[in-house]
């Protein structure tokens, strides 16, 4: 059985003593293999010492990114209570627009819901390929021949480099909850239109028609007259 002891970094191959004394191109790149097969494996763990570390800010990002998850539920919950406190103090023809506010609520909790799932998912994406790689490395080390580690060596190496390009900031997303002020300002409108009329400054008499502020078509703008 010929022994391997030698390696060349120009064939990129292992050789026996016999094979690198016949063959003298690349002498000056000629190693023991035992030598550069610990060279890649310390290659290996430096770039699992990094991953390590990028994995405690992946993790850091995830964990701000439940919290935003959590402050955007309370934040359609306190504007869903105001739409309805607000609602239940006028008349019943509102129950339209009451319906329409909540909608549209519920819709700008589900785009930015939807935003923030799908970037909690590229993190976990990106966690577990870290964590799988790392593990991989770990159980190269642990029981890979000299060969397997040769042989994966390119492979691991593309992974991990791919994986320390990721940067958690560009998938962390900023808490915002502004978004449901323009609901706000329209149910205030709504408020006002029904309680003072048409106008700013205008004041609702009894018998006066009541205005919507978006009549459906077909509907009159004068719907019930108090």
Known sequence: ???HSIYCRGCSKPLCCSCALLDSSH???????SAEIQQRQEELDAMTQALQEQDSAFGAVHAQMHAAVGQLGRARA??????????RQVVAHVRAQERE????????????????ASRLGRLDAV???IRTGSALVQRMKCYASDQEVLDMHGFLRQALCRLRQEEPQSLQAAVRTDGFDEFKVRLQDLSSC??????KHARHLPGRPV?????REGESEEI???
Request: aromatic share 4%; net charge negative; hydrophobic share 35%.
């Open 78 to 87: 306190e504007t869903e209570e105001l739409i309805r406190e607000r609602v």
């Open 194 to 199: 029904i309680t003072q009329g048409k106008g």
């Open 224 to 226: 019930i007259s108090i």
């Open 27 to 33: 002498s000056e790149l000629k190693c023991d293999i």
């Open 211 to 215: 205005p919507l502020l978006h009549p």
């Open 1 to 3: 059985m010929c022994v």
């Open 127 to 129: 966690l577990q390929r």
């Open 101 to 116: 506010l909540l909608e549209a609520v519920d819709a700008r909790y589900q785009r930015d819901y939807e935003e923030m």
